[in-house]
């Protein structure tokens, strides 16, 4: 078995194992309502001047598709359940649905869920908006923008050669 094959398979296997858990049950998929409340949070959580309308699309993409396929499923309902939860305190509250209120009242809000810990906005307010933050920060700098532009990126000044054929009196160590 060649270098290249045994590092696809091994790739393939840790990737299966780590990081695409199912335990008891299907996965729920991030719904269309959801998803754009999604994007507007990170807008918020980012900000917009930060981040654009299109990368904010590709952001709330990638974050959906992590919940999706890479989060338990226990958490993938409490992630669930307080979007749900937040669009019905804002359809009870401001007869609107939360993109569609003013930029103002969607910082008033998320303000009110990171400070007050007794939330009066839904319970566990606290934890849902922290859970929402940790992921969109990790999909952020796990994105190509943020790897490059956000963190510093030093690139390695050489070309990557994925399989290099060895002689009997070549030494691997050296290459």
Not at 53 to 68: G, H, N, P, V
Request: aromatic fraction near 12%; charged fraction near 20%.
């Amino acid at each position: 078995m060649n270098r290249r094959l045994s590092l696809e398979l091994l790739m393939k296997a840790a990737f299966l194992a780590g990081a695409y858990p199912v335990f008891g049950g299907t996965k729920l998929k991030v719904k269309s309502a959801i998803f754009s409340l999604y994007e507007s949070l990170i807008g918020l959580l980012l900000g917009s001047d930060f981040v654009s309308a299109t990368e904010q699309a590709k952001l709330a993409s990638y974050m959906s598709r992590y919940i999706d396929t890479c989060l338990l499923l226990k958490t993938q309902i409490e992630l669930d359940h307080g979007a749900k939860a937040l669009e019905q305190f804002c359809q009870s509250n401001f007869n609107s649905k939360f993109i569609l209120l003013a930029k103002s009242e969607q910082i008033l809000l998320v303000e009110q869920m990171f400070s007050d810990s007794d939330n009066t906005i839904f319970k566990n307010a606290e934890d849902w908006i922290y859970s929402i933050r940790a992921i969109t920060l990790f999909c952020y700098f796990s994105s190509q923008k943020g790897a490059t532009v956000a963190l510093e990126y030093l690139p390695i000044p050489s070309k990557y050669i994925g399989d290099i054929p060895l002689s009997s009196t070549t030494k691997a160590w050296s290459l």
